[in-house]
């Protein structure tokens, strides 16, 4: 006879983790197949001739090496899976029936809505609808929010898949529709009101929606571990303010867990965050950005709760299309270490601006410890990429930023060793915002300006080399920074290094039209009058990258190959650039993978032989 623990056992043993390139799962011997569709029923036993009716049902059932197949439809429901697979060999898997959609939604539908006046519509809701968690009076708020002088609520309303935007009074709704119509909620004791603007159309004749639940996928408790989630439209959820202080919760989050893997979906349309990599809740959350040490505070009692490489993070997100949040695209605060964020096409980040905040980003890491972030693009964001606290053995390589607003990104009191490599940031206003130290730029192309901090008071940590424990604490000079061969395109400017407090290593850079170089740099290449042109060219589904590139930037100047041994030790954690996994860091490709000339690489991202108007196709990630 098999039992539950004999199948538990043989699966942990024989499952392996599918492949990217398909939807279909490998399901172990022993391990179980559940099927859900519309048209199930619950008190099935979700074989596929007798499927299940909901997600949760399934999840409820599933045990390790199990694998959860969903059919099409949209299905309106909150899935907390109870437990987590046992290794990465034996996950428990949700995924999207191949080739079918399959969209799981915070949102349900709204029927019932009364002309006010003029294109002002009107509906008045029972709370008991809403269960013990009311969108309509869920104030955004928590630490270092900002909400410009009005309230927000986690609520939205939805007309034909496309939010609207919450007025700050039911007065505003009277105007004339903006290019975005307004909605306005108030909540008494018996039920919530809502006012919505619906220019020209019936919304009863329409798909309109409103948010009911703020999570679409997050388990209710810390330590549910070895998830997949593949192949899903994971939307419209009331996600809470997601601060590093706090509980992190996203349309889909892992909750302070171990080895998730978020694959091929499509994440959008969160009040705050998409995807949640962070931490747990305790009663201390949203009490610590008035204080001194506060997150220091956070840190020491995530180790007592066992942040450590053996229990936390491990996570991959890959290949999903992750749009319209209002805070972050990705957000984890201590829990994405040791973590893969890679192929993922993050965009219309944080884009509407009605609050503001120190935690808005396409991606926003706090403690990015061995994390690599790689082959993203992420564009129309406020800000592209956020590296805050601790990113130490952080490699961020191979990424497109375009058309962010902000920047392009901004590494914030880390002491390193962290490497940038052969990244594009294309975006005009400011490449990056540097408040740290110990880090390596190689072969990217900048076309904004380097912003830097001379020195920031704050004391904050440095890790042991590939571990979450804390080896000391340091202020934050500026300087211990190295360029080599990058391309600074255009109104770049390193001048500011010139009076850095720790000594700078530099070499191989080209300086083009407006860009200025580091006097500490000896001999930079520098061609004022050439103009790069760099710019996107959006061609059908494939974007190219169109500029102007002189193969004679080669023999001018001699180039180091740039690995381990020429870079030396980041001074404050005296400790070697290396891979995330600890082995050698080698820049031997370019962004596209080919081989660069190690004798004596092209500068920038990519390895040119030809001068000229070079086309390079830059694929979009994710789905």
């Known amino acids: 006879m098999v039992t ?20 279909a799962a490998v399901i172990p011997s022993g391990g179980r197949a559940f099927h859900v569709s519309l048209q199930g029923d619950d008190k099935n036993d979700g074989s596929p001739a007798r499927m299940l009716r909901t997600i949760s049902a399934a999840a409820d059932r599933a045990y390790p090496g199990d694998v959860i197949t969903v059919h099409a439809g949209t299905y309106r429901e909150r899935v907390a899976p109870p437990r987590g697979g046992s290794s990465a060999k034996a996950p428990i898997v949700y995924q999207a029936a191949p080739g079918e959609k399959v969209v799981i939604t915070g949102a349900e539908l709204q029927k019932g809505w009364v002309r006010d006046k003029g294109d002002v519509w009107v509906v008045r809701i029972p709370n008991a609808r ?3 968690f009311n969108p309509y009076s869920d104030l955004i708020h928590g630490d270092w929010f900002d909400p410009k002088g009005r309230q927000h609520h986690t609520g939205a309303v939805y007309l034909n898949g496309d939010w609207l935007i919450e007025a700050a009074n039911l007065e505003d709704l009277y105007a004339a529709p903006g290019t975005v119509p307004l909605w306005f909620g108030r909540v008494d004791e018996v039920a919530t009101t809502l006012w919505a603007q619906f220019p020209g159309v019936d919304p009863n004749a329409q798909q309109v929606e409103i948010n009911v639940r703020q999570t679409v996928f997050y388990p209710a408790t810390p330590g549910i571990n070895f998830i997949t989630v593949r192949g899903f439209h994971l939307q419209q959820a009331a996600t809470p303010w997601a601060p ?14 171990k080895g998730w893997v978020i694959e091929n979906n499509r994440v959008c349309y969160a009040t705050c965050s998409g995807i949640a990599l962070g931490k747990y809740g305790d009663q201390y959350d949203n009490t610590s950005a008035n204080t001194a040490d506060g997150y220091v505070q956070t840190i020491k009692r995530a180790a007592a709760r066992g942040w450590s490489k053996e229990n936390i993070g491990h996570h991959i997100v890959r290949q999903n299309v992750i749009s319209h949040c209002e805070q972050a695209g990705v957000v984890g605060s201590l829990g994405a270490v040791f973590s893969t964020i890679t192929k993922n096409d993050i965009h219309d980040i944080h884009v509407r601006q009605l609050f503001a905040g120190w935690e808005m980003a396409g991606i926003k890491i ?6 690599e972030i790689s082959h993203n693009r992420v564009h129309h964001c406020s800000r592209g990429l956020w590296l805050d606290w601790m990113a130490q053995g952080t490699y961020v390589h191979g990424n497109l930023f375009h058309d962010n607003t902000g920047d392009d990104g901004l590494v914030e009191v880390d002491h390193g060793p962290f490497t940038f490599a052969n990244n594009i940031f294309l975006s005009k206003a400011t490449s990056q915002i ?23 008071a704050r004391m904050t940590p440095y890790m042991e080399p590939h571990s979450c424990r804390i080896a000391g604490y340091h202020d934050n000079p500026s300087g211990d920074m190295r360029f080599y061969n990058n391309i600074f395109a255009t109104g770049s400017d390193l001048s500011a290094y010139d009076v850095s407090r720790l000594p700078m290593h530099l ?3 080209v300086f083009l039209k407006g860009s200025t170089p580091c006097v500490k740099e000896m001999n930079p290449l520098i061609k004022r009058d050439f103009d790069l042109a760099p710019h996107l060219l959006e061609r059908g589904d494939v974007p190219t990258i169109s500029f102007n590139a002189d193969v004679a930037w080669v023999p001018a100047r001699r180039r180091p190959p740039v690995e381990t041994g020429m870079l030396g030790k980041a001074v404050i954690p005296k400790l070697p650039f290396e891979s995330p996994n600890g082995g050698m860091l080698k820049i031997d490709t370019d962004y596209a993978g080919k081989k660069r000339d190690m004798t004596n690489p092209f500068p920038g991202p990519f390895e040119i032989k030809k001068s000229g108007v070079t086309l390079i196709p830059v694929p979009p990630a994710g789905l």
Request: contains cysteine; glycine residues 12%; proline residues 3%.
């Open 507 to 509: 070499g191989g850079n």
């Open 130 to 132: 809403f269960g013990n």
């Open 4 to 23: 539950r623990r004999s199948f538990l056992a043989a699966a942990s043993a024989a499952c392996v983790l599918p492949r990217l390139d398909t939807l």
């Open 366 to 371: 706090h403690a990015a410890i061995d994390t």
């Open 244 to 257: 590093p202080t706090a509980e992190q919760i996203g349309i889909i989050g892992t909750h302070w867990s």
């Open 434 to 456: 540097i408040v740290s130290q110990g880090g390596v730029y190689a072969h990217n192309l900048f076309c904004g300006d380097i912003s830097v901090k001379q020195y920031d």
